[in-house]
């Protein structure tokens, strides 16, 4: 039986910026259903990385896959097609403040689901903010939100469109422990709950132990090592090793 063709994959990536290789011949591969997370320090790459990733900046050199679509070819409506089965969680959280928590999560379920019924939406809305423990916020205004609620707002915009992919920029920064806590096992719970194949950008090492199934360490524009967080802990690799003290 062949192997299944995976979610997301980068070959040979580059990406230059004033003559410096940003993303040196990255390579990178996403199984159905895994959370892969990206770990590297400030600076390394992370951000241009996973922008990249999901066409929103183009490689000097390389490709990225997507359900086995090559980004930098395919045609307009095959990226939109694509683009619709993504979910993103921006380290902002990218939420309209001028909506409610409701109209947020109704503006994108008929902008991403083309769904028109008002039961139907209802019924979607309530559903997401049940499944990311914000129920109670149903008629606040972002404004009202702490910053940990507005993440899971965040999230649950992320979610109604019911992604295939999900991607997470920096998921926790500026958040304290607790809430950092809650929001890295919301992430791990909505992997194992939807089955949704997610990568996660972070420089957090708590929300690395907490959610990822496979870690790739990043520095210099290239992997520099590849394991579980067990096996990076314990690399031979002083650089690799030191990171995780």
């Known amino acids: 039986m062949a192997a299944p063709v995976p979610v997301l994959q980068m070959i040979d990536g580059t990406r230059r910026f004033g003559g410096r290789a940003v993303l040196d011949h990255m390579a990178l591969s996403l199984r159905q259903g895994e959370t892969l997370v990206i770990l590297g320090r400030s600076g390394a790459g992370k951000t241009v990385l ?14 990225v896959l997507i359900q086995g679509l090559d980004l930098g070819t395919a045609d307009p409506d095959s990226l939109n097609l694509i683009r619709r089965k993504l979910g993103f969680l921006f380290q902002g959280a990218a939420i309209y403040d001028s909506l409610s928590v409701r109209g947020n999560l109704e503006f994108q379920i008929r902008k991403q689901l083309r769904i028109r019924d008002a039961a139907q939406v209802e019924i979607l809305v309530r559903q997401v903010l049940l499944d990311v423990g914000l129920e109670e916020a149903y008629g606040r205004m972002p404004a009202e939100l702490s910053g940990g609620m507005r993440k899971r707002l965040g999230l649950a915009r992320a979610l109604v469109s019911e992604p295939d992919l999900m991607l997470y920029d920096e998921p926790t920064t500026g958040l304290d422990p607790v809430t950092s806590q809650e929001i890295s096992h919301l992430i791990r719970a909505t992997q194992k709950g939807r089955g949704v194949a997610s990568i996660v950008v972070t420089h957090d090492l708590h929300c690395a132990r907490a959610t990822a199934d496979r870690i790739v360490v990043i520095g210099d524009g290239a992997c520099r090592a590849e394991g579980t967080y067990a096996q990076l802990e314990a690399s031979p690799d002083e650089a690799v090793n030191a990171f995780f003290r």
């Open 50 to 63: 996973l922008k990249c990733l999901v066409g929103l900046m183009q490689l000097d050199e390389g490709s």
